[in-house]
């Protein structure tokens, strides 16, 4: 008797999920549908599948998509959207050619001139840049708030603003990059249900990137889409560029339908690339974080750190930040950021002196990578707001990889040594 996918743990169904060896002439591995379009069995079947693709009517739920053109579906694309969905638990999900394209066709879809993005800080350097400097060319209005904000006070920056019936969406990353400063994700989804009507919803987005699929799920305290560069540790290995979105039918079908008009749509490359990931997603993530967890404490009694943000270190002392990170978080992660004794040259004569990890940006791959937020990442957030988030000029920022952890520290020790 055949088990019910459903009743198995994600990791499992990463190796079969959603193919048949059957279609393929047996081949245990999804082939690369390297093609652009697709024939139809008729000129209705035709007319059908494009009535859908375009809106134009509803999917009946006994009916059956076909293919059409791969900006539209592809078999590898359509496969690993339903795999992402199984470690989310969501209805629908949208594979980008970029994490900053799952974010900005999200954003533009959703937002319209007059509207309020409400955003919290830090983000990302590239989506600070595209919320501060091209939304607001559109005439979308954008308000930032900050972790030591509760929900009174979130609040509080709405009404004063005069933001609550314009108020459309609600953007957070937490962790944040690079700070691991905690939002809390169920206080946003509260607030977004209380400023939304019956005439107009207001989303909650959740960028996950920093948590992967394995350690957060976003949609489960109350977020309505939730949104990956899955360059990171859904790709896991620096050889892919890609971003996603999942959430809802109702949510998501909005978002793949300008996806296809935009045409950021990932390719079937990619999406092999990223089937391929898939498979050892959960054990790469928890080698991951365990080796975090051994940097992280080294790092903390080292005489040259000044101060280590890792989410393993909260203590009940930390007060919210410590309660989000118990009800949210299922792992302290393996992105870690610190503090040297210095300034800008000292943190550069560390990261001059490493030999095994990697001085480059992204983060969740097999190989160590560190970099210098404060003049890389997010050298185009504003001075005033690096100050008040943290990112400082002696601020290093580390993603760790699955290499020994002893190895790890005696390059991180030697580097500081030059210190």
């Not at 694309?77 to 969501?90: G, P």
């Not at 206080?187 to 394995?214: F, R, W």
Request: hydrophobic fraction near 40%.
């Amino acid at each position: 008797m055949k088990r019910d996918p459903q009743s198995m743990h994600p990791e499992s169904l990463m190796m079969s999920h959603g193919y048949e060896p059957s279609w393929s002439e047996g081949a245990i591995k999804c082939p690369i549908f390297q093609t652009s379009t697709f024939v139809f069995k008729t000129a209705e079947e035709g007319k059908r599948f494009f009535e859908v693709a375009y809106g134009l009517r509803t999917q009946e739920p006994d009916e059956k998509m076909g293919l059409i053109y791969s900006r539209l579906n592809n078999p590898d694309l359509e496969i690993l959207e339903n795999r992402l969905c199984l470690w989310d638990k969501a209805e629908e999900a949208a594979v980008f050619e970029s994490g900053m394209s799952a974010i900005t066709t999200t954003l533009l879809c959703y937002l319209s001139p007059g509207d309020i993005l409400l955003h919290s800080n830090p983000l990302y350097g590239g989506t600070d840049h595209f919320i501060n400097h091209v939304l607001t060319r559109f005439g979308i209005k954008v308000i930032g708030f900050s972790p030591n904000d509760d929900c009174d006070r979130i609040h509080q920056i709405i009404q004063e603003a005069g933001a609550g019936d314009k108020l459309k969406m609600i953007f957070i990353e937490t962790p944040a990059n690079p700070t691991n400063a905690l939002i809390d994700i169920s206080c946003c989804s509260g607030i977004a249900k209380h400023y939304s009507t019956e005439e107009k919803q207001v989303l909650l987005a959740v960028d996950n990137t920093y948590m992967g699929p394995i350690w957060q799920h976003p949609l489960q305290h109350g977020a309505d889409l939730v949104l990956y560069s899955a360059t990171k540790y859904i790709g896991g290995h620096s050889d892919v560029i890609a971003g996603a979105c999942l959430g809802s039918k109702h949510v998501m079908g909005p978002v793949k339908t300008l996806r296809t008009f935009l045409g950021s749509m990932a390719g079937p490359w990619t999406g092999w690339l990223l089937m391929r990931s898939l498979e050892t997603l959960k054990v790469r993530m928890e080698q991951q974080a365990l080796n975090a967890k051994h940097v992280a404490d080294f790092l903390r009694s080292h005489p040259k750190i000044e101060k280590v943000h890792y989410l393993g270190h909260l203590t009940p002392e930390h007060g919210r930040q410590y309660e989000i990170y118990k009800k949210q978080y299922t792992s302290a992660g393996a992105m870690l950021s610190f503090n040297v004794i210095g300034g800008e040259a000292e943190a550069f004569r560390f990261l001059n002196a490493l030999q095994l990890a990697h001085l480059a940006v992204s983060l969740g791959s097999t190989e160590s990578l560190v970099e210098h937020p404060a003049t890389m990442t997010h050298a185009d957030v504003s001075l005033e707001l690096k100050e008040e988030m943290g990112i400082t000029s002696n601020l290093v920022r580390l993603s760790v990889g699955v290499e020994h952890y002893e190895d790890l520290i005696a390059d991180i020790s030697q580097a500081l040594e030059k210190i």
